[in-house]
């Protein structure tokens, strides 16, 4: 065989060879300016086989991608239902970024997180996943908690508040006491807005124009109106974000209501700040207090609730202790000008729970049966003829397994298989019956689609978290309160929107 032909045929083993490599995927059509038309198809070829071409090589700019950076305008969890929009920024070896390189955006778990070819991103479900950019070789994740608000909600006076599980506060509806959003946001909102604060908080309770939280380590801070002391920071000027209040205690519960708010400590002392016109802080006087002050008492408690000038404590044991005003008997004595200490009520009734409302107060025995004395104003405390001072059954066909009085006329019950009752006044539909009107003493079922698991009331609205973590709310809804999106009253439940 002559050289030349030896030459040639070695030459095409190696084009065969060369052309069994994978091939890239898109050739360059880059033409040399030096060659004629021939060549430069012909080397056009020869770089598509043996991956030369031009500055970024077959790959496009993705081959020059050292690393993927992630950003979003926000931080922090998202809610259900919430959006986010995320960028990413390929860049190269040098930190220069590559804007022509194609990102590619997937999640680590798609029932958590899905997102779309352009990086917003959307929460599906609770726990935590990735958001991935890729781009050439080369990715970038970060990671994303999607979290519920409904663990816990309260209900302030036209506004609620709530905490996701994560621990961090939320609120919405009227914005004139201060919904913790900042110093100048007094604006309505209709849907949840989270609190101006990194505190996370293991409880949540509402006035009627301030809130409290409690921290996993026993402080509390509130914010809202302080006209009577009601935030316990030992002033009397309203704050617009949590603000920590006066001492060192540490709370195991706290309990608000219209204007004051009592606590717990952890060796069952009770301590109460805040308005004090009827002696409902329970320290022998009726002087209003901005810093907690200790109830008159060497009773230890188990659970307190906080009424509209009252308040009343179980002891471990299951007696009632109560103090504040009697007009009513809603301390369950017949001393007809209250009492500014605990005193016990005259019944030996024991009970498991207790809740304080508007002049009345009701309680659960160990076997979910609803006793309640005090007022019976439009009803709610069931059929009771007249107001008193005596524990009198109330739904005497149902058992609960909570119970919730409210500081305007009504009252709810959860049962152990989660159906929710409520009766009383209804001007508003806070009874969630689909009508108004001004009294309902019988108890009626709610329809909410899944059980639930706690229900919660306000003065003129109530709210209930299912066992799947939904919150629904019912009733007074004209500063965005229910949460819904609208500023309008309901007469029957509706959910709460996600984000929520």
Same mark, same amino acid.
């Given at each position: 065989?002559?050289?030349?032909?030896?030459?040639?045929?070695? *030459?095409?083993?190696?084009?065969?060879?060369?052309?069994?490599?994978?091939?890239?995927?898109?050739?360059?059509?880059?033409?040399?300016?030096?060659?004629?038309?021939?060549?430069? %198809?012909?080397?056009?070829?020869?770089?598509?086989?043996?991956?030369?071409?031009?500055?970024?090589?077959?790959?496009?700019?993705?081959?020059?991608?050292?690393?993927?950076?992630?950003?979003?305008?926000?931080?922090?969890?998202?809610?259900?239902?919430?959006?986010?929009?995320?960028?990413?920024?390929?860049?190269?070896?040098?930190?220069?970024? %590559?804007?022509?390189?194609?990102? !590619?955006?997937?999640?680590?778990?798609?029932?958590?997180?899905?997102?779309?070819?352009?990086? $917003?991103? $959307?929460?599906?479900?609770?726990?935590?996943?990735?958001?991935?950019? $890729?781009?050439?070789?080369?990715?970038?994740? $970060?990671?994303?908690?999607?979290?519920?608000?409904?663990?816990?909600?309260?209900?302030?006076?036209?506004?609620?508040?709530?905490?996701?599980?994560? /621990?961090?506060?939320?609120?919405?509806?009227?914005?004139?006491?201060?919904?913790?959003?900042?110093?100048?946001?007094?604006?309505?909102?209709?849907?949840?807005?989270?609190?101006? +604060?990194?505190?996370?908080?293991?409880?949540?309770?509402?006035?009627?124009?301030?809130?409290? *939280?409690?921290?996993?380590? &026993?402080?509390?801070?509130?914010?809202?109106?302080?006209?009577?002391?009601?935030?316990?920071?030992?002033?009397?000027?309203?704050?617009?974000?949590?603000?920590? %209040?006066?001492?060192?205690?540490?709370?195991?519960?706290?309990?608000?209501?219209?204007?004051?708010?009592?606590?717990?400590?952890?060796?069952?002392?009770?301590?109460?700040?805040?308005?004090?016109?009827?002696? #409902?802080?329970?320290?022998?006087?009726?002087?209003?207090?901005? +810093?907690?002050?200790?109830? *008159?008492?060497? !009773?230890?408690?188990?659970?307190?609730?906080?009424? !509209?000038?009252?308040?009343?404590?179980?002891?471990? /044991?299951?007696?009632?202790?109560?103090?504040?005003?009697?007009?009513?008997?809603?301390?369950?004595?017949?001393?007809?000008?209250?009492?500014?200490?605990?005193?016990?009520?005259?019944?030996?009734?024991?009970?498991?729970?207790?809740?304080?409302?508007?002049?009345?107060?009701?309680?659960?025995?160990?076997?979910?049966?609803?006793?309640?004395?005090?007022?019976?104003?439009?009803?709610?405390?069931?059929?009771?003829?007249?107001?008193?001072?005596?524990?009198?059954?109330?739904?005497?066909?149902?058992?609960?397994?909570? @119970?919730?009085?409210?500081?305007?006329?009504?009252?709810? &019950?959860?049962?152990?298989?989660?159906?929710?009752?409520?009766?009383?006044?209804?001007?508003?539909?806070? @009874?969630?019956?689909?009508?108004?009107?001004?009294?309902?003493?019988?108890?009626?079922?709610?329809?909410?689609?899944?059980?639930?698991?706690? !229900?919660?009331?306000?003065?003129?609205?109530?709210?209930?978290?299912?066992? &799947?973590? #939904?919150?629904?709310?019912?009733?007074?809804?004209?500063?965005?309160?229910? &949460?819904?999106?609208?500023?309008?009253?309901?007469?029957?439940?509706?959910?709460?929107?996600?984000?929520?």
């Amino acid at each position: 065989m002559s050289t030349g032909a030896r030459e040639r045929m070695n *030459g095409e083993r190696a084009i065969r060879a060369i052309a069994r490599r994978p091939r890239p995927r898109r050739p360059s059509t880059r033409r040399s300016r030096s060659a004629g038309p021939g060549l430069a %198809i012909g080397l056009a070829g020869l770089c598509w086989i043996l991956a030369c071409g031009d500055d970024d090589g077959p790959l496009g700019p993705e081959s020059r991608v050292s690393e993927v950076e992630i950003r979003a305008d926000a931080t922090g969890p998202l809610l259900v239902g919430e959006t986010r929009d995320y960028r990413a920024t390929p860049v190269d070896e040098a930190g220069a970024p %590559i804007p022509e390189a194609e990102v !590619v955006w997937t999640v680590s778990d798609s029932s958590t997180l899905s997102v779309d070819s352009v990086g $917003t991103v $959307t929460a599906r479900a609770v726990g935590v996943a990735a958001v991935i950019a $890729t781009a050439g070789r080369r990715s970038g994740a $970060t990671d994303v908690e999607v979290v519920r608000i409904p663990a816990i909600l309260a209900l302030g006076g036209l506004y609620t508040c709530g905490l996701d599980t994560a /621990g961090r506060a939320y609120c919405w509806g009227d914005g004139r006491p201060g919904l913790g959003l900042g110093a100048t946001d007094t604006t309505n909102r209709p849907t949840p807005q989270r609190v101006a +604060t990194d505190r996370r908080f293991g409880w949540i309770t509402a006035g009627r124009f301030h809130t409290c *939280g409690l921290g996993r380590d &026993g402080r509390v801070a509130c914010w809202g109106e302080n006209d009577g002391g009601q935030l316990g920071d030992g002033t009397t000027t309203a704050r617009a974000t949590p603000t920590s %209040i006066s001492g060192d205690l540490t709370f195991e519960s706290i309990h608000g209501s219209l204007h004051h708010t009592c606590g717990l400590t952890p060796s069952g002392e009770a301590y109460c700040w805040g308005r004090n016109g009827s002696g #409902q802080l329970g320290d022998g006087t009726t002087v209003d207090r901005s +810093t907690p002050v200790p109830v *008159g008492t060497d !009773v230890s408690f188990a659970a307190v609730s906080a009424g !509209v000038d009252h308040t009343c404590a179980l002891t471990p /044991g299951g007696s009632v202790y109560c103090w504040g005003g009697n007009r009513s008997g809603q301390l369950g004595t017949r001393a007809p000008d209250g009492s500014t200490v605990p005193v016990p009520t005259d019944s030996v009734l024991k009970l498991s729970s207790i809740t304080a409302g508007s002049y009345y107060t009701c309680g659960l025995t160990s076997d979910g049966e609803t006793y309640c004395w005090g007022s019976n104003t439009l009803g709610k405390q069931g059929t009771r003829p007249i107001s008193g001072p005596e524990p009198v059954r109330v739904a005497p066909d149902l058992t609960f397994r909570s @119970l919730q009085a409210a500081i305007h006329d009504f009252t709810c &019950g959860v049962t152990a298989a989660g159906d929710l009752y409520c009766w009383g006044h209804n001007d508003l539909g806070q @009874l969630g019956r689909g009508t108004r009107t001004n009294a309902e003493p019988e108890p009626a079922r709610l329809e909410i689609a899944a059980p639930v698991r706690s !229900v919660h009331t306000s003065g003129l609205f109530a709210c209930a978290v299912t066992t &799947g973590d #939904q919150a629904w709310c019912w009733g007074a809804g004209s500063p965005g309160n229910l &949460g819904d999106g609208a500023f309008e009253n309901r007469l029957t439940p509706v959910e709460v929107l996600d984000p929520f």
